[in-house]
T-cell receptor, first 111, second 114 residues
Framework: KQEVTQIPAALSVPEGENLVLNCSFTDSAIYNLQWFRQDPGKGLTSLLLIQSSQREQTSGRLNASLDKSSGRSTLYIAASQPGDSATYLC??????????FGEGTQLTVNP | DGGITQSPKYLFRKEGQNVTLSCEQNLNHDAMYWYRQDPGQGLRLIYYSQIVNDFQKGDIAEGYSVSREKKESFPLTVTSAQKNPTAFYLCAGGPQGGEASEQFFGPGTRLTVL
């Protein structure tokens, strides 16, 4: 059974700092990995999708990497801003449809 | 939100009642999903459907039912058999499968049992 773990559970940083969020998964036979952002009381916003054949994806200040062999992904956020404060969730897909989620990292960026 | 709409935003249920949560999509997604989120936890899959008139149980299907009579709609019924239904419910849609299949989520429905 696939298990997804996110570390740390919570992170507080000053504005402008570069930061890394971690995601690990137990079964490396995945189709893809998605990173999501969730604001309090809201739905999920898809940030980046990395296909199993890819090693990284970039969107603006965000960069996500994938190392299937070690079962790890990182989300790098450059020059963090207070508006980046949210919960970040990673999820892996084994069959190409069903997602298994981690519990998320709650990020606070202080002005 | 990728064209996924959910209603209502808030829903209150009395003990013993069945309630139905609506999920509609306008982006021609083949697959649709229902997840449940409890405080401080990740999402857990309740049901999913990859084609009209077909659906599969997820990890926590007991006490829930779904239908997929139209491609655009995937309603979730929370029955009285669900012992702890208070949670945040999220609907998602996306392509049927493959490495590039990205899921898009609706804004969610918060269900509270009175």
């Amino acid at each position: 059974k696939q298990e997804v773990t996110q570390i740390p559970a919570a992170l507080s940083v000053p504005e402008g700092e570069n930061l890394v969020l971690n995601c690990s998964f137990t079964d490396s036979a995945i189709y893809n990995l998605q990173w999501f952002r969730q604001d309090p009381g809201k739905g999920l916003t898809s940030l980046l999708l990395i296909q199993s054949s890819q090693r990284e994806q970039t969107s603006g200040r965000l960069n996500a990497s994938l190392d299937k062999s070690s079962g790890r992904s990182t989300l790098y956020i450059a020059a963090s801003q207070p508006g980046d404060s949210a919960t970040y969730l990673c999820a892996v897909s084994r069959s190409g449809s069903r997602l298994t989620f981690g519990e998320g990292t709650q990020l606070t960026v202080n002005p | 939100d990728g064209g996924i709409t959910q209603s209502p935003k808030y829903l209150f249920r009395k003990e013993g009642q069945n309630v139905t949560l609506s999920c509609e999509q306008n982006l021609n997604h083949d697959a649709m999903y229902w997840y449940r989120q409890d405080p401080g936890q990740g999402l857990r899959l309740i049901y999913y459907s990859q084609i009209v008139n077909d659906f599969q149980k997820g990890d926590i299907a007991e006490g829930y039912s779904v239908s997929r009579e139209k491609k655009e709609s995937f309603p979730l019924t929370v029955t009285s058999a669900q012992k702890n239904p208070t949670a945040f419910y999220l609907c998602a849609g996306g392509p049927q499968g493959g490495e590039a299949s990205e899921q898009f989520f609706g804004p969610g429905t918060r269900l509270t049992v009175l």
